[in-house]
């Protein structure tokens, strides 16, 4: 069936620290990925997208790997700060699906001074 | 930067009331959507609205809920007979177009709590 899920709910880094927060999923039909970041009280916020014909992108301080065979995808964040500080939630995309993103439970990046 | 706005903010309503929940897309976009947040869970698809009907919808969305775009720039959210279950964020969303690799823009939510 369709499920996004994440393999930590939460996870502790020292600033200045890299990050990763990882991601399976198992619809082997999505061919589209979001990262988003949710601070307290506030929507999700997108911070990087990656098509399922790319292994790798490239942001500022942010990078998405998919590994299509594994089904697995993740988030890495260069030199966390505190200001990084929120729940990071993956979700899927299928093409014939529009906009109906299907959101994994999340994981909560707490960043230490 | 272009945002998607929601009003209210913060709802309070008694069980049983009706609520109407608004979105104001990024002006240049033609697909919204709404989502909801029960406090703890993943966001949850609701539905897709696309040229004035709905395009999909969740089996959350039953109908207890109706989606309106009233004029050129507001999309609402429309919960009949409010139940305590209810309570939750609701996203609006929007996207410039439709499909796979379309960037959706979340505005910052609006939390309904029912009592």
């Known amino acids: 069936g369709e499920s996004v899920g994440l393999h930590l709910p939460t996870l502790s880094v020292q600033e200045g620290d890299n990050s990763i927060i990882n991601c399976a999923y198992s619809?082997?039909?999505?061919?589209?990925f979001i990262w988003y970041k949710q601070e307290s009280g506030k929507g999700p916020q997108f911070i990087i997208d990656?098509?399922?014909?790319?292994d790798k992108r490239q942001g500022q301080r942010v990078t998405v790997l998919l590994n299509k065979t594994v089904k697995h995808l993740s988030l890495q964040i260069a030199a966390t700060q505190p200001g990084d500080s929120a729940v990071y939630f993956c979700?899927?995309?299928?093409?014939?699906?529009?906009?109906?993103?299907?959101f994994g439970q999340g994981t909560e990046l707490s960043v230490k001074p | 930067e272009p945002e998607v706005t929601q009003t209210p903010s913060h709802q309070v309503t008694q069980m049983g009331q009706e609520v109407i929940l608004r979105c104001v897309p990024i002006?240049?976009?033609?697909?919204f959507y709404w989502y909801r947040q029960i406090l703890g869970q993943k966001v949850e698809f609701l539905v897709s609205?696309?040229?004035?009907?709905?395009?999909?919808k969740s089996e959350i969305f039953d109908d207890q809920f109706s989606v309106e775009r009233p004029d050129g720039s507001n999309f609402t959210l429309k919960i009949r007979s409010t139940k305590l279950e209810d309570s939750a964020m609701y996203f609006c969303?929007?996207?410039?177009?439709?499909?796979?690799?379309?960037?959706?823009?979340f505005g910052e939510g609006s939390w309904l709590t029912v009592v």
């Open positions: 969303a929007s996207s410039e177009f439709r499909g796979s690799g379309n960037t959706i823009y």
């Open positions: 619809n082997s039909a999505s061919d589209y």
């Open positions: 990656i098509r399922s014909n790319m």
């Open positions: 979700a899927e995309n299928m093409g014939n699906q529009g906009g109906k993103l299907i």
């Open positions: 002006s240049n976009h033609l697909y």
């Open positions: 609205f696309y040229n004035n009907e709905i395009s999909e």
